[in-house]
């Protein structure tokens, strides 16, 4: 959202095009694809879906027993999937199934392609939800994941009731697959390696165009169909196979760029996670904070499971710089530092 007002409102002004910055921050295929022909239109067509689900969730939390000011600065919070709450205890200060359940329907709204929830309004119909690739294999994720979490909290008797169990599989399933980042209880403490998994979701995060962070699951689905393209390859070596979305054929320079960005990503996470483990932080802990920065979803494990007081200063710095490259997809932060960019 900021990056289609920054390229609308203030680049034109500087002489530099907004549409590459649009390009640079869009993720996978959709980077082409407008809403609507002029990109003033588009943001103000984002713009709309972003008020009109901010409103819509501040009004159900108000429903569901919040104060005006809890509801109104949790909705911001959960719609641009920033996970903050005025409580310490977070989402799970209010002890509420109603509340839990209405920032789980938003987060996965939140988490969704805005420029699907705009097609889906302008055609009064939601079967473009169940016709989206990405959404589908959003979805599955997250169930997936739950379901993965149900059963070990399940087996392992963390909580007495299988409603509560399933509560908050779910929520934190949600939350952290999103790279929302809210809690309902010490999900860090949970056994064996569910902690882990949870973190791991967050590399995938929310669809393209979404306020979710992470690599973005059509990213992921491009890497995983490319993945089964070369296999195939190798029992057929002659055949021509196409790498689809749905049942359009990818362009192979997208693909191109989709493994770009994995390797950006994947060489910007080992180089923070080395500078870390070099200033003590022991392997959890920096695993956890890289991720937890880098995803934008702010809890981790370890020392930085409840916040990041106990690392050290430097630490810190290098994790600032994490969140503003995860925030700003890598690329656009690094094209706005080229010196190319700005002599076009």
Not at 295 to 315: E, H, K, M, Q
Request: glycine share 10%; hydrophobic share 50%; charged share 10%.
């Amino acid at each position: 959202m900021g990056i289609i007002v920054l390229a609308v409102a203030i680049l034109p002004l500087l002489g530099v095009g907004g549409m590459q910055l649009y390009r640079a921050e869009t993720p996978g295929p959709a980077k082409d694809n407008r809403l609507t022909p002029r990109l003033q239109e588009t943001a103000k067509a984002l713009w709309d879906i972003y008020l009109s689900l901010t409103v819509a969730c501040a009004f159900s939390f108000w429903l569901a027993g919040m104060s005006v000011f809890d509801a109104i600065a949790h909705s911001f919070s959960t719609v641009a999937i920033g996970g903050f709450s005025t409580h310490n205890a977070s989402i799970g200060y209010f002890d509420s199934g109603a509340i839990e359940a209405i920032t789980i329907l938003f987060m996965l709204l939140a988490g969704a392609n805005f420029g699907l929830h705009f097609i889906t309004w302008k055609s009064a119909s939601l079967r473009h939800y169940l016709q989206d690739a990405e959404f589908r294999t959003y979805m599955v994720v997250l169930v997936a994941v739950t379901v993965i979490a149900l059963v070990t909290l399940r087996i392992s008797e963390v909580y007495p009731g299988l409603g509560e169990t399933f509560g908050k599989a779910v929520f934190h399933a949600v939350s952290i697959g999103t790279t929302t980042g809210f809690t309902t209880s010490e999900y860090h403490l949970w056994p064996g390696s569910l902690p882990m998994l949870l973190l791991l979701v967050s590399f995938i995060g929310g669809c393209a165009g979404s306020t979710g962070g992470g690599m973005k699951v059509i990213r992921v689905l491009l890497l995983v169909k490319q993945g089964l393209r070369e296999l195939l390859r190798l029992v057929h070596p002659s055949a021509k196979i196409a790498v689809k979305i749905g049942e359009k054929a990818v362009d192979s320079r997208v693909v191109e760029a989709v493994w770009g960005f994995f390797s950006a990503y994947i060489a910007v996470f080992v180089f923070m996670l080395l500078l870390l483990m070099a200033t003590g932080l022991d392997e959890v802990t920096a695993f956890s904070a890289v991720t937890a920065t880098l995803n934008n979803l702010g809890p981790g494990l370890g020392d930085v499971a409840l916040n990041y007081t106990g690392i050290n200063g430097f630490s810190k710095w290098v994790l600032c710089l994490g969140m503003l490259l995860g925030r700003l997809e890598i690329f656009t932060l690094l094209v706005v530092l080229t010196p190319a960019f700005w002599r076009r």
